[in-house]
């Protein structure tokens, strides 16, 4: 078992900067002297992307960063209802292919994320595995499977053959992760960087991750109002600043 911590967080971190080292943070050049970025990203950036937003004010005075988090597949839509977005970040390359024809430019993978099995403070169920999510004892909750956080956990159980009936299914990653920490669910499929901002749950690694590692795209949208900010705050993501900030949150690399 694994609790939360630097050790959780070091078996899912790998060389994150790695090609990442030439970048430099966007400067301001180009943005109009106020101008107000509106960030749609997923429920697992929430943390980070705060982070992110702050650094990134900080060096672009007269840019604001507002932030909207929910789950990349709710966003997507909201997107396509032409939500006034300047930037999405999705947990998944299938929902901001959903989001394609309102992209200016070409989406970039800026990092990858992994599940793992959340549980109680003390394991009382002596939960090891995922195959133990199909006990009738235990109370799963997942992802709906149209969010990122449930395709993922779908493929990892169809690999490892086995079947679960969760007790409901959530509309993101953090609604998963409440419903353990309350103790209305025994276990959950989380990301790894859930885990390591919660409280009262403890982690436990799922082996071959690999194969369902969920990749993160970003791109500028047609349907804000400041693409050139937009643009550079895509930009300071992608830098070796931004990449800092990705890997200290326990992301792994982008490639």
């Known amino acids: 078992m694994l609790r939360v911590g630097p050790a959780l967080l070091a078996l899912t971190t790998l060389a994150a900067l790695t090609g990442c080292a030439a970048a430099t943070p966007a400067t301001a050049s180009g943005i109009t002297k ?6 749609y990203a997923a429920a697992s950036l929430t943390d980070v992307f705060t982070q992110l937003g702050t650094e990134f004010e900080a060096g672009h005075p007269g840019v604001k960063v507002t932030l909207t988090f929910a789950g990349s597949s709710e966003l997507a839509a909201q997107i396509n209802e032409l939500a006034p977005a300047d930037v999405f970040a999705s947990a998944n390359e299938a929902q901001m292919e959903v989001a394609r024809e309102h992209i200016l430019g070409g989406p ?7 599940l793992a099995i959340a549980i109680a403070n003390g394991n009382p169920l002596g939960i090891r595995s995922l195959a133990d999510l199909a ?5 799963t909750v997942l992802c709906a499977e149209q969010v990122p956080c449930g395709s993922a956990a779908a493929a990892l159980f169809a690999a490892a053959r086995v079947r679960v009936s969760p007790a409901s299914e959530e509309a993101n ?14 276990a959950g499929l ?3 960087t859930d885990l390591a901002r919660a409280h009262g749950v403890e982690g436990i690694a799922i082996p071959n991750t690999e194969a369902a590692a969920n990749r993160y795209p ?8 400041a693409p050139d900010a937009a643009a550079s705050f895509v930009a300071f993501v992608e830098s070796a ?10 992301f792994q690399g982008a490639s």
């Open 34 to 39: 106020q101008a107000t970025v509106d960030v």
């Open 108 to 114: 970039q993978v800026f990092t990858q994320n992994a």
């Open 135 to 139: 006990r009738k004892d235990v109370v």
């Open 173 to 186: 990653v953090t609604d998963v992760l409440g419903k353990v920490a309350s103790g209305e669910a025994d």
């Open 190 to 192: 989380v990301y790894v």
């Open 218 to 225: 970003i791109a500028v949208m047609d349907t804000g109002d």
């Open 241 to 250: 600043q931004g990449q800092a900030v990705l890997t200290a949150a326990g």
